[in-house]
T-cell receptor
Framework: GENVEQHPSTLSVQEGDSAVIKCTYS??????FPWYKQELGKRPQLIID?????GEKKDQRIAVTLNKTAKHFSLHITETQPEDSAVYFC???????????FGTGTRLTIIP | KAGVTQTPRYLIKTRGQQVTLSCSPI?????VSWYQQTPGQGLQFLFE???????NKGNFPGRFSGRQFSNSRSEMNVSTLELGDSALYLC???FGEGEAFFGQGTRLTVV
């Protein structure tokens, strides 16, 4: 089955700097890659996703890049703010198959 | 538009008991998936229902079961509870093609 690895497990950045979280997946048939943000005690919130026919997608300060050949995708957050502090999860699935395989999460801390 | 609603929010059960959790998806969504979240194992897929049919199943024992009703609401049942079943149980709904949205979860504690 699919296996998703996520790095780093913890990340601290100064407010205003950029943060990058990386994931690799094993199943070359996976073609849908969402990212979720989970604040303490709250539900995972979908923040951005990308499908395999696209190499990059941006939404304001966040962007996701996908390298299908290398089977990895990354989340980029620019101009980080204290409210970006949370645990971020990457996931992979086959479009139309709702089984999401999650990475182990990255705890992002923004230092004011 | 109402989000995904899970009830109850918290449950405390004794080993050996059974429990039923409920999930009401976003209106119009036909797919409901269930996940178990624990500090040690992270987010693990339990099963997915689409139009009342189980479409996918994860690697959990048969004590974990679910169903979906004609209005897309879903229930998850865990029988013969074990201490290791203590977790946050999350459901997610979607149209069936990506973009899954999670409920706030049910925190189950087995004592």
């Amino acid at each position: 089955g699919e296996n998703v690895e996520q790095h780093p497990s913890t990340l601290s950045v100064q407010e205003g700097d950029s943060a990058v979280i990386k994931c690799t997946y094993s199943d070359s048939a996976s073609n849908y890659f969402p990212w979720y943000k989970q604040e303490l005690g709250k539900r995972p919130q979908l923040i951005i996703d990308i499908r395999s026919n696209v190499g990059e997608k941006k939404d304001q300060r966040i962007a996701v890049t996908l390298n299908k050949t290398a089977k990895h995708f990354s989340l980029h957050i620019t101009e980080t703010q204290p409210e970006d502090s949370a645990v971020y999860f990457c996931a992979a699935s086959k479009f139309g198959n709702e089984k999401l395989t999650f990475g182990t999460g990255t705890r992002l801390t923004i230092i004011p | 538009k109402a989000g995904v609603t899970q009830t109850p929010r918290y449950l405390i059960k004794t080993r050996g008991q059974q429990v039923t959790l409920s999930c009401s998806p976003i209106s119009g969504h036909r797919s409901v998936s269930w996940y178990q979240q624990t500090p040690g194992q992270g987010l693990q897929f339990l099963f997915e229902y689409f139009s009342e049919t189980q479409r996918n199943k994860g690697n959990f024992p048969g004590r974990f079961s679910g169903r979906q009703f004609s209005n897309s609401r879903s229930e998850m049942n865990v029988s013969t509870l074990e201490l290791g079943d203590s977790a946050l149980y999350l459901c997610a709904s979607s149209f069936g093609e990506g973009e899954a949205f999670f409920g706030q979860g049910t925190r189950l504690t087995v004592v």
